[in-house]
């Protein structure tokens, strides 16, 4: 359904250039739900105006459906692609009914080439819409008195109402409070889901991108750093600066000692003399710097008298901490220890009782790690 191609948009600032997307491809298929994730000032947004026809791009290929509709030499404007946007802001026109706001952009759409659609027809068009978000009832209830949730809601179904091919959601979710934010997650999927259309969705938000998207672009400097499904962006990150974008990380720095024919079966030396086994990417030399990388709610406690399991020695790593800080979190504790080799956060049951600068074991199973 789009395919972008080499995209590049640069901006003059204080003379000089600033390369907002620096050749960014992908591509989204029928259906699919794709999400571009990053930190602010990543180029995603950027990327999402160019595609929406509100960005002359620098360079590159865009296609939607199969139609070129931006290149350095073609430029469709954004009301003659086959797109919808959900903006940040929402844009709810507060001098309008609800009903208003959703079939508004009707009356500047026609269909092929014939006349705006009538009153009568646009009001059908409008109802079909909101009834998809669930909110027909509030039809002819002023703009100004709906909650944040509801006027979400109105801008997903204005959206909707034009029927798109493609559609856009730049950050819709960060206006709303944790709660409905969660809900809405799960709302806005289940729709795209069930009407079948191609969505592409930025955000900064790591759980909102893992929870919904089918696949994950991260970005980093106008850049695609990783490409893949959300377990492997989460659990397969392929860099130390994916890891870090798609939530906590816990990192320990070594070289490689050593291995066997099977992947699993690669020693590490710490800094502090631990050997630590652990999947290495392919390429890494004897004795080359390495990077390992294992997520806070992978990480086990035990105490230090329990040692390791008989049966599997060689399928963990254990390594001695000390307690250093425990935040209570409500659904987990977040507890920082000390390690030879530096610090180490462990996500834990909220239940889990651990004495202050307590000495613990910590366990990571070989599978759960990567070193880079």
């Keep these: 359904m789009l395919k972008v191609d080499n995209l590049r948009k640069s901006f003059l600032s204080d003379k000089s250039v600033v390369h907002?997307?620096?050749?960014?491809?992908?591509?989204?298929?029928?259906?699919?739900?794709?999400?571009?994730?990053?930190?602010?000032?990543?180029g995603k947004s950027t990327t999402l105006r160019c595609i929406a026809g509100l960005e002359n791009i620098t360079s590159g290929r865009l296609l939607i459906d199969g139609e070129l509709v931006a290149s350095d030499k073609i430029f469709i404007e954004a009301n003659h692609r086959p797109i919808a946007m959900v903006f940040q802001s929402y844009a709810i026109w507060p001098h309008m009914t609800v009903l208003e706001n959703v079939t508004f952009p009707l009356s500047y759409r026609s269909a092929e080439a014939s006349s705006r659609a009538s009153r009568i027809t646009r009001r059908e068009l409008g109802m079909e819409a909101l009834k998809m978000v669930q909110l027909d009832h509030l039809a002819d209830r002023d703009a100004p008195y709906?909650?944040?949730?509801?006027?979400?809601?109105?801008?997903?179904?204005?959206?909707?109402?034009?029927?798109?091919?493609?559609?856009?959601?730049?950050?819709?979710?960060?206006?709303?409070?944790?709660k409905l934010r969660e809900d809405m997650r799960y709302e806005i999927k289940e729709l795209t889901s069930r009407l079948g259309?191609?969505?592409?969705?930025?955000?900064?938000d790591q759980a909102e991108a893992l929870s919904m998207s089918d696949r994950i672009a991260v970005m980093s400097r106008g850049k695609i750093l990783q490409l893949g499904t959300p377990r492997e962006i989460y659990l397969e990150p392929q860099s130390s600066s994916v890891a870090r974008i798609v939530g906590n990380i816990n990192v320990f720095r070594g070289k490689k000692a050593g291995g066997s024919t099977s992947p699993m079966?690669?020693?590490?030396?710490?800094?502090?003399?631990?050997?630590?086994?652990?999947?290495?990417?392919e390429g890494r030399s004897l004795n080359e710097d390495v990077e390992i990388m294992f997520r806070p709610e992978l990480v086990r406690v035990r105490?230090?008298?329990?040692?390791?399991?008989?049966?599997?020695?060689d399928k963990v790593n254990t390594f001695n901490a000390q307690v250093k800080r425990v935040d209570f979190t409500g659904d987990h504790l977040k507890v920082h220890f000390e390690t030879p080799d530096g610090e180490v956060i462990a996500k834990l049951?909220?239940?889990?009782?651990?004495?202050?600068?307590?000495?613990v074991s910590l366990v990571v199973r070989v599978e759960n790690c990567t070193a880079h």
């Design 146 to 178: 709906l909650s944040g949730g509801q006027q979400q809601r109105v801008a997903l179904a204005r959206a909707l109402v034009v029927h798109p091919k493609l559609l856009l959601l730049d950050e819709p979710l960060s206006n709303l409070d944790a």
């Design 265 to 281: 079966q690669n020693e590490i030396r710490l800094a502090s003399g631990t050997i630590f086994r652990c999947p290495v990417v």
């Design 197 to 204: 259309i191609s969505t592409m969705y930025v955000t900064h």
């Design 349 to 359: 049951p909220p239940d889990q009782v651990l004495p202050p600068n307590g000495e």
């Design 303 to 313: 105490s230090r008298s329990a040692g390791l399991v008989s049966d599997e020695p």
């Design 20 to 42: 907002a997307v620096d050749g960014v491809s992908f591509e989204v298929g029928a259906g699919e739900f794709f999400t571009l994730l990053g930190p602010s000032g990543c």
